[in-house]
């Protein structure tokens, strides 16, 4: 059982600069950038991290309602690990409080799927977290599908989202940022029975 009264850690995963912003990649970073307009603040950049980071508080006002640091490294994906531990450590929340929310290509596109701990599918954000302070965190994992025909992973994930899923993106965005905030007000089990659609 986590502490109630620990902040939560929830991370986008992304790779920073506009030439990545609009790839299947930066779901992550999408999701924060969502959450952060429903906080009602902006990002700052961090003074212990190579992070952009906004503290604030998710949920209905009062003593439910759950403090929270959203955080988008500014490292490359594969080296998202550093920012999220000094992140953790500067702000003391537990490891079972870090939530990383990233693409994951064994969903189909518009799925989610919420787990605590497990491995890392490939996906190198996570497998640099995980090195850096072992697997026991929260993953919002948002479904992006296989890359089509031959294309290989790397250049499918560092693409842009299709027109098709751009259709789309805007509802997808916005219920993984619902599934954000149900798992931080609500618990695991409540918000997966909602959202592991």
Same mark, same amino acid.
């Given at each position: 059982?986590? !502490?109630?009264?620990?902040?939560?850690? $929830?991370?986008?995963?992304?790779?920073?600069?506009?030439?990545?912003?609009?790839?299947?990649?930066? $779901?992550?970073?999408?999701?924060?950038?969502?959450?952060?307009?429903? $906080?009602?603040?902006?990002? %700052?950049?961090?003074?212990?991290?190579?992070?952009?980071? +906004? &503290?604030?508080? $998710?949920?209905?006002?009062?003593?439910?309602? #759950?403090?929270?640091?959203?955080?988008?490294? *500014?490292?490359?994906?594969? +080296?998202?690990?550093?920012?999220?531990?000094?992140?953790? !450590?500067?702000?003391?929340?537990?490891? @079972?409080?870090?939530?990383?929310?990233?693409?994951?290509? !064994?969903? !189909?596109?518009?799925?989610?799927?919420?787990?605590?701990?497990?491995?890392?599918?490939?996906?190198?954000?996570?497998?640099? *977290?995980? %090195?850096? *302070?072992?697997?026991?965190?929260? #993953?919002?994992?948002?479904?992006?599908?296989?890359?089509?025909?031959? *294309?290989?992973? @790397?250049?499918?994930? +560092?693409?842009?989202?299709?027109?098709?899923?751009?259709?789309?993106?805007?509802?997808?965005?916005?219920?993984?940022?619902?599934?954000? &905030?149900? +798992?931080? @007000?609500?618990?695991?089990?409540?918000?997966?029975?909602?959202?592991?659609?």
């Amino acid at each position: 059982m986590s !502490d109630t009264n620990a902040p939560w850690l $929830i991370v986008g995963l992304g790779n920073p600069g506009p030439a990545y912003a609009a790839n299947r990649h930066n $779901i992550g970073f999408m999701v924060a950038d969502l959450l952060a307009e429903r $906080i009602g603040g902006s990002f %700052k950049r961090a003074q212990k991290a190579q992070a952009q980071v +906004l &503290e604030g508080r $998710i949920g209905a006002p009062g003593p439910s309602s #759950r403090r929270v640091v959203l955080a988008k490294p *500014m490292s490359y994906m594969n +080296l998202s690990g550093g920012p999220v531990t000094a992140l953790r !450590d500067f702000y003391k929340v537990p490891t @079972a409080n870090v939530v990383a929310v990233h693409d994951e290509l !064994d969903i !189909d596109y518009g799925t989610l799927r919420l787990k605590l701990g497990g491995g890392d599918n490939g996906h190198n954000g996570l497998k640099s *977290m995980t %090195k850096a *302070m072992g697997p026991d965190y929260h #993953r919002v994992r948002c479904g992006i599908g296989r890359p089509p025909g031959r *294309m290989q992973v @790397a250049d499918f994930v +560092l693409k842009d989202f299709s027109s098709a899923e751009r259709k789309e993106l805007d509802w997808f965005v916005d219920r993984a940022a619902d599934a954000v &905030e149900s +798992l931080v @007000a609500d618990g695991l089990e409540r918000a997966q029975s909602t959202y592991n659609s």
